[in-house]
């Protein structure tokens, strides 16, 4: 997908010269490292093999396999504070087991963009870079971004050379090798250019300001995907000119980025049968069933209630036996791997897990997957699809189980209207039983390893270090499952937002979760935080206008407010809150719709200190909120991250997220400073706004009369 104009991204998150990425690879020593507690650099150094954030599992695999199949191909990541940048590899290991190997290095990480309201919209998210072996088990290419452009590369399989194939002035998107292995099929926009062109010339006589606009990401308009269509080309292995696509070349390609592994597209067995997964009413949140078909394509569906709700993947074994993996359990919180043969009774569990399994994929009988769960990162498996037995093939992060995280429990619970969620609670190291602890609550998916929450804002672990407990909360189904009424987006959008209901329940849940920590002992109710990011910021806002259970926020993005959803956010966006979400316009009289809301319409009551670290291209959703908040003297503070987007793609900007986070619920929640003499002015900041707010409290105290 188009990555949108990096230029000044690629300038300041820099590729580290490679004597500095000498330990991508692990080494022995690790594993024997001296134990010790952990700390926020330790999640940046974490070496990652696809996308990092493990609710993106459903995505296509990051695995390669050999046409051989004695080989497995992969990108190895890792980020590097000292350049500011990442270390990036790709990497060769065997399938039976054996040392890694790295046959290519270096490039910069590669952003994900997302389409919105028809514009593309550069979130910070990895993308996620598949690599793709040649015909003929030589050669490895894969997607490697140098200079501000993504071309694909190619590299020898035994590590002897690699050299970029493509040329391009804009971003290879897709692309495959084509058959017989000469050539590569691939995809990019080559009108970006000439619309780049078109607005450095609208530049010389002003911008039209207009949908393309999105005024917190600047004045320069978006590109419209409309204006920029995805062209086919063919190119041959050793470079040179690229040609028109021909009739078919289509159908090589892979689906767009972000797309499913788990698509519409059947799966085909070796003896002509078929299967894939269709919803069991027309429902939009109707479970998917699987169905397989004979060769006369004729269909029938499996009834077993393993085979619907929660289906995640499926692959033809050698043998012919149908295997899929499933989310099940509570709120679908464990994953199960099923093998069975059609017309031979249920489907078999082989394997029960608390791992997350991520990006599967198969060959001779075992399924290779990466694995991850609450206390150990990701790391590369294979399962044998007999019995389902798990084997280790490569651990990124062998040091990891040195360090020292405290435990981890699964609490569950049922939100006000019924529906599943759970929660890790996550224990200092060494606590003792009977301490009271406070406690930060992280949103808002809690699968895999507890790194940060969504968008790795908050880190988990380095808190539970400081002597906090922290909940990891999953948010439960959207609002609309718990009404199987509902049977169109739009039915289940407007329930959704009908007085704020979505809210309510993301909230409730919250705060079932939160209840159920406290009532089993040593977490004080009175010393309670909340994080968030994106749609977990509007459950922080939420929450702090409609509870008073929270003594402290810290959230990476702000807000929602009247003027900076129907202004500050441009036209493209308000259009939609309008024919979507129904908001009020702005010019509307909207305090009745938005009093449950909105900070800035309720900042008089707001009494937990707010933190706010905000990317450059989107803090001027915040304005509005921190200016009602900082009018009415309440705590508040914000950061402002150059150069960033929705999450944070800078190392130095993690480590510094990660590291005002622990200060900000130490001071408000511990009443701790950190002695560093680095630190003095902030904490000076900090001391007045408390004093600010004690000074407010007693003058409403006054006001009102109470004694």
Not at 172 to 200: H, K, M, N, T, Y
Request: aromatic share 8%; net charge neutral.
């Amino acid at each position: 997908m188009v990555r949108g104009a990096l230029l000044l991204l690629s300038l300041t998150v820099a590729t580290p010269a490679w004597a500095e990425c000498r330990d991508l690879l692990p080494n022995a020593a690790e594993a024997s490292a001296p134990r010790r507690r952990i700390e926020a650099r330790d999640l940046i150094a974490l070496r990652d093999i696809g996308m990092p954030d493990p609710s993106f599992f459903a995505l296509p695999s990051p695995l390669a396999i050999a046409p051989d199949g004695t080989s497995i191909a992969f990108v190895l990541s890792r980020g590097d504070i000292a350049s500011n940048g990442y270390c990036r590899a790709l990497v060769v290991l065997p399938t039976r087991g054996g040392a890694a190997r790295i046959i290519d290095q270096g490039g910069d990480m590669i952003t994900a963009s997302d389409l919105k309201r028809g514009l593309f919209v550069n979130t910070g998210f990895p993308d996620l870079v598949v690599p793709a072996w040649s015909p003929d088990g030589r050669w490895v290419a894969y997607l490697k971004r140098v200079g501000g452009v993504t071309q694909i590369w190619r590299a020898r399989a035994d590590g002897s050379g690699a050299n970029a194939i493509t040329r391009s002035p804009v971003d290879i998107e897709r692309w495959a090798w084509a058959p017989g292995g000469q050539e590569l099929v691939f995809v990019s926009r080559p009108g970006v250019e000439s619309a780049r062109r078109a607005l450095d010339a609208e530049a010389r006589t002003g911008y039209l300001y207009d949908a393309r606009v999105t005024p917190n990401a600047g004045p320069r308009p978006q590109i419209r995907e409309a204006d920029v269509p995805e062209t086919i080309f063919r190119i041959g292995v050793d470079g040179g000119r690229a040609r028109p696509a021909e009739p078919g070349d289509a159908r090589l390609l892979p689906v767009a980025s972000g797309g499913s592994a788990r698509s519409d597209t059947d799966i085909l067995a070796r003896d002509g049968r078929t299967a894939g997964t269709e919803r069991v009413s027309p429902a939009p949140l109707s479970p998917l069933r699987i169905w397989v078909a004979d060769r006369a394509h004729r269909k029938r569906p499996c009834l077993a209630d393993t085979c619907s709700d929660g289906i995640v993947d499926l692959w033809w074994a050698d043998d012919g036996a149908l295997v899929f993996l499933r989310r099940e359990g509570w709120a679908k919180g464990r994953m199960a791997l099923y093998r069975w043969r059609p017309g031979h009774g249920d489907p078999r569990r082989i394997l029960a897990s608390s791992d997350w399994l991520i990006g599967c994929t198969h060959r001779g009988g075992r399924l290779f997957c990466t694995a991850e769960n609450a206390t150990t990162p990701r790391r590369l498996v294979s399962i044998d699809l007999a019995t389902g037995r798990v084997s280790t093939l490569f651990d990124p992060n062998p040091g990891f189980a040195r360090l020292e995280l405290g435990t981890v429990e699964r609490l569950t619970w049922r939100n006000d209207i019924g529906l599943p969620a759970w929660g890790d609670l996550v224990l200092p190291p060494g606590h003792v039983p009977g301490t009271t602890l406070p406690l930060v609550v992280v949103q808002y998916h809690s699968d895999g390893f507890l790194r940060g929450g969504t968008g790795d804002a908050h880190p988990i672990f380095p808190l539970a270090a400081r002597g906090f407990a922290v909940l990891s909360i999953e948010r439960p189904p959207i609002y609309g499952a718990a009404f199987p009424n509902l049977r169109t987006i739009d039915e289940i959008i407007t329930a959704m937002t009908k007085d704020w209901a979505e809210r309510k329940s993301l909230m409730s849940s919250v705060l079932a979760g939160v209840d159920l920590a406290v009532a089993r002992g040593g977490v004080d109710p009175d010393r309670v935080g909340i994080t968030g990011l994106s749609d977990g910021v509007s459950t922080v806002e939420y929450a702090l206008i409609n509870s008073d259970r929270f003594a402290a926020a810290s959230i990476s993005t702000c807000c929602e407010d009247p003027k900076t959803v129907m202004t500050y956010g441009g036209i493209a966006w308000a259009d939609w809150n309008r024919a979507v979400r129904h908001y009020p316009l702005a010019t509307e009289e909207g305090t009745r719709f938005w009093k449950p809301m909105a900070l800035s319409l309720n900042a008089d009551r707001i009494k937990a200190p707010i933190l706010m670290q905000l990317a450059d291209r989107e803090y001027l959703l915040g304005l509005e909120a921190f200016t009602a908040l900082r009018e009415k003297r309440k705590p508040v503070e914000m950061y402002v991250y150059p150069a960033e987007y929705h999450t944070r793609t800078q190392p130095v900007h993690r480590l510094a997220d990660y590291a005002r986070d622990l200060d900000w619920f130490d001071f408000w929640l511990q009443g701790r400073e950190d002695p560093d003499p680095g630190k003095t002015v902030q904490y000076e900041r900090w001391r007045a706004l408390r004093a600010a707010r004690a000074s407010s409290d007693r003058a409403t105290v006054a006001g009102s009369g109470s004694p």
